[in-house]
């Protein structure tokens, strides 16, 4: 399973951004798929998932509101959709395949993890 997060980049606070996780290989259609960040001296943190189909989206409290998951099961594309950035946003986000077709917020239930994408919003 490869997984390629891209779409961070440097944006003013308050501003939005949408991060990518593309699956070239079209293998996890069937699989949940959840976003996480790690900031700098911080513990990698959940954010949102989202189940196979789309049907079922879980996020933590620290996000709710503010970033959308979503996925386009025809692109192999799973969306972060992040709007009302803050300065504490700033991290390294990961997107990662889960064992099942509906997977929560423990990381180590996400065997298969994308290179990360830089976001930094500036105060």
């Known amino acids: 399973v490869q997984l390629q997060a891209s779409g961070g980049g440097l944006v003013q606070a308050g501003g939005s951004l949408r991060l990518s996780c593309a699956n070239s290989?079209?293998?996890?259609?069937?699989?949940?798929v959840g976003w996480f960040r790690r900031a700098p001296g911080k513990e990698r943190e959940f954010l949102a998932t989202?189940?196979?189909?789309?049907?079922?989206?879980q996020y933590a409290e620290s996000v709710k509101g503010r970033f959308t998951i979503s996925r386009d099961n025809a692109k192999s594309t799973v969306y972060l959709q992040m709007n009302s950035l803050k300065p504490e946003d700033t991290a390294v986000y990961y997107c990662?395949?889960?064992?099942?077709?509906?997977?929560?917020?423990?990381?180590?239930?996400?065997?298969?993890w994308g290179q990360g994408t830089q976001v930094t919003v500036s105060s």
């Open positions: 990662a395949a889960g064992r099942g077709s509906v997977t929560g917020s423990d990381p180590s239930m996400y065997p298969y």
């Open positions: 290989r079209r293998t996890v259609s069937n699989n949940a």
């Open positions: 989202v189940s196979w189909n789309g049907g079922i989206t």
